[in-house]
């Protein structure tokens, strides 16, 4: 997986990535109450690693904004929605920004 997300151009990445949150967008929504938050991590992680730290923190973002319409129907009081989903989209930046580091201090070091 290494070699083929290394050679494909940073936009493609990202449509990829795009992609990812999508389908586990739908599959949270199907899935109704039960938290699918560590499959986000996935779309996240690879573009932190391969596009930078814009590409994890846009992964984080749109991984915020479907979560949040994903658990839009499954819970009956808002205010807790949106303090659980601001929760979960700071938990995912605070990944993205972790892994965009990890690669730019791997990078300098060699």
């Not at 479907?66 to 808002?78: E, K, L, M, W």
């Amino acid at each position: 997986m290494r070699k083929f997300f290394g050679i494909l151009p940073k936009w493609l990445v990202l449509v990829v990535c795009f992609l990812l949150v999508a389908l586990v967008g739908y599959a949270d929504y199907i899935t109704g109450d039960y938290s699918m938050l560590i499959f986000y991590l996935v779309p996240i992680a690879l573009a932190a690693w391969y596009v930078g730290r814009f590409g994890g923190i846009a992964m984080a973002v749109a991984s915020g904004g479907v979560r949040i319409g994903s658990d839009y129907s499954s819970f009956t009081s808002t205010s807790r929605m949106y303090w659980n989903c601001v929760e979960d989209m700071i938990f995912l930046l605070v990944v993205a920004l972790l892994i965009s580091t990890i690669k730019k201090q791997l990078k300098d070091e060699y």
